[in-house]
């Protein structure tokens, strides 16, 4: 059973970055995909990136395109979040989360586990 546990989040600066990772300690990290999700005060969730089971396909929401990275590394059991050049906006907590699959990633139906979040805040 994946159980996943979220960790990076804290204070940035407009146009730093910072890395979240995200470790899975069920055993099962291979044949799963995963997705960051974020959410903003007073927003609804919103889809971030998103990583295929192999992790060739990556996938990232408009908004984080060109900034954010997302991996897996297979021998640490965990998925990374590189974000660059963050802003503002960017500010929410954020959550990891794993499906098995790959279809509609940019959809939280489908995940199957969610971490606890950890938070980003961004500051001008």
């Known amino acids: 059973q994946v159980q996943l546990v979220e960790s990076g989040g804290g204070l940035a600066e407009a146009g730093a970055s910072l890395r979240l990772s995200c470790v899975d300690s069920?055993?099962?990290?291979?044949?799963?995909?995963f997705g960051w999700f974020r959410q903003a005060p007073g927003k609804e969730r919103e889809y971030v990136a998103a990583?295929?089971?192999?992790?060739?396909?990556?996938d990232y929401a408009d908004s984080v395109r060109g900034r954010f990275n997302i991996s897996k590394d297979v021998a640490k059991n965990t998925v990374n979040l590189v974000m660059e050049h963050l802003k503002v906006e960017d500010t929410a907590v954020y959550y990891c989360?794993?499906?098995?699959?790959?279809?509609?990633?940019?959809?939280?139906?489908?995940?199957?586990?969610w971490g606890q979040g950890t938070q980003v805040t961004v500051s001008s």
């Open positions: 990583v295929s089971g192999s992790g060739n396909v990556r």
């Open positions: 069920g055993g099962t990290f291979s044949r799963y995909a």
């Open positions: 989360a794993a499906r098995k699959i790959w279809t509609r990633w940019w959809k939280e139906e489908g995940y199957e586990s």
